[in-house]
């Protein structure tokens, strides 16, 4: 049984960097998966930040790609986000997901965390 | 504002039939880009409901079902029960955006 966990801090002031840790039980990180992260702000949609895959590939959405950084350690079979630069717009539930498919373009998320609420503010 | 359109809202009678449609373009699932569909229930985070246009995982019952016309997609309920009632989200990918996109959401009110 595939579990994911996300942890981090849930205030990060404006301006700062947003740092969270998806931890991966009951499936090897390095393996032929890509892992990845998606928000949602507060009453509304899911966006795709970006993925990783293996620690050796990465794949961002352009829209945040200039402010963020995926990352892998496979000796804790963990992966992480980091946002620069926050403001209240990043405010949001922030998801780890498995981005399962064999296809690239036709991937799609089949496990995911409980999600971390991350609010940005003074 | 998302380039995948849902309905904001549906509604239905226990038993009723419900089909959410997410519409999108010739960059996204008008290129055949696959479509998949998340169950979100209150307070909790998204679930996998169909991948692929039209098959279910392990454990989902078949009164969902997924289908794909064209630039746009369809999820069908039949059977409408008590907790179905949930916020569905589409996703594909787009070319024109690079990037892995969702559906605006559908919030599914069982009457």
């Known amino acids: 049984q595939v579990q994911l966990h996300e942890s981090g801090p849930g205030l990060v002031k404006p301006s700062e960097t947003l740092s969270l840790t998806c931890s991966v039980s009951g499936y090897p990180i390095s393996s032929n998966y890509y892992w990845g992260w998606i928000r949602q702000p507060p009453g509304r949609g899911l966006e795709w930040i970006g993925s990783v895959y293996r620690g050796v590939g990465t794949s961002y959405n352009p829209s945040l790609k200039s402010r963020v950084t995926i990352s892998v350690d496979a000796s804790k079979n963990q992966f992480s986000l980091k946002v620069s630069s926050v403001t209240a717009a990043d405010t949001a539930v922030y998801y780890c997901?498995?981005?399962?498919?064999?296809?690239?373009?036709?991937?799609?998320?089949?496990?995911w965390g409980q999600g971390s609420l991350v609010t940005v503010s003074s | 504002q998302s380039v995948l359109t849902q309905p904001p809202s549906m509604s239905g009678a226990p038993g009723q039939r419900v089909t959410i449609s997410c519409t999108g373009s010739s960059s996204n699932i008008g290129a055949d880009y696959d479509v998949h569909w998340y169950q979100q229930l209150p307070g909790t985070a998204p679930k996998l409901l169909i991948y692929s246009n039209n098959n279910r995982p392990s454990g989902v019952p078949d009164r969902f079902s997924g289908s794909q016309s064209g630039t746009s997609a369809s999820l069908a309920i039949t059977g409408l029960q008590a907790e179905d009632e949930a916020d569905y989200f589409c996703q594909s990918y787009d070319s024109s955006l690079s990037a892995y996109v969702f559906g605006s959401g559908t919030k599914v009110t069982v009457l």
């Open positions: 997901a498995r981005h399962a498919g064999n296809r690239d373009k036709r991937r799609y998320f089949d496990y």
